[in-house]
């Protein structure tokens, strides 16, 4: 199995903040990896898919980079509905998540 | 627009099999370019894909969870469904559909989820 660690667990940031959260994976992927965000009681939604590539919808202020193990995803300005928790997903064999990082408030 | 909604047994006593249904809308469960899934999340915690279909039948299956899972599709109706069997309380989620690409694939349309508790 293709085991995934976000870090931080928990990430304190004000709306304008420039945020990164990173997922490592236990092998290489290559770039099969997506991120998605979830807020409370909703399901996850898409944001990246092949490690950098936009969903069609998503703002361009969210991007994500990486490839191999490790993998980032950057929000550039920090917007009032940008706070969620935020998951990592590997696709490269089977599936698996990382356990989320939650974006909160300072 | 693609829509997925999830319905079936909310509450279902331990050993017993949860049986669960997604109605997919706005799209053909028919296309080949699809694969059909479903995931769980137990309270306050992370996400565990449990398997998938495509339309011609073919599934495949997390192999942590292999020997308890059948997913099915029914073309006319358009929708796809999960069971599990000999459920615990480590089986408590909500429970989701999801649309993925020719697999393995990102997912980018997820139903609403529904909540499945274990408890007699």
């Known amino acids: 199995d293709i085991q995934m660690t976000q870090s931080p667990s928990t990430l304190s940031a004000a709306v304008g903040d420039r945020v990164t959260i990173t997922c490592r994976a236990s092998q290489s992927i290559r770039t099969w990896l997506a991120w998605y965000q979830q807020k409370p009681g909703k399901a996850p939604k898409l944001l990246i898919y092949k490690a950098s590539s936009l969903e069609s919808g998503v703002p361009s202020r969210f991007s994500g980079s990486g490839s191999g193990t490790e993998f980032t995803l950057t929000i550039s300005s920090l917007q009032p509905d940008d706070f969620a928790t935020y998951y990592c997903q590997q696709y490269n064999s089977d599936y698996t998540f990382g356990q989320g990082t939650k974006l909160d408030l300072k | ?120």
């Open chain 2, 1 to 120: 627009q693609l829509q997925l909604q999830e319905s079936g047994s909310g509450l279902v006593q331990p050993s017993q099999t949860l049986s669960l249904t997604c109605a997919v809308s706005g799209g053909s469960i028919s296309s080949g370019a699809y694969s059909w899934s479903w995931i769980r999340q137990p309270p306050g915690k992370g996400l565990e894909w449990i398997g998938y279909i495509y339309h011609t039948g073919s599934t495949y299956y997390n192999p942590s969870l292999e020997s308890r899972v059948t997913i099915s599709i029914d073309r006319s109706k358009n929708q796809f469904s999960l069971k599990l069997t000999s459920m615990t309380a480590a089986d408590t989620a909500v429970y989701y559909c999801a649309r993925g690409g020719t697999a393995p694939s990102h997912f980018a349309s997820w139903g609403q989820g529904t909540l499945v508790t274990v408890s007699s």
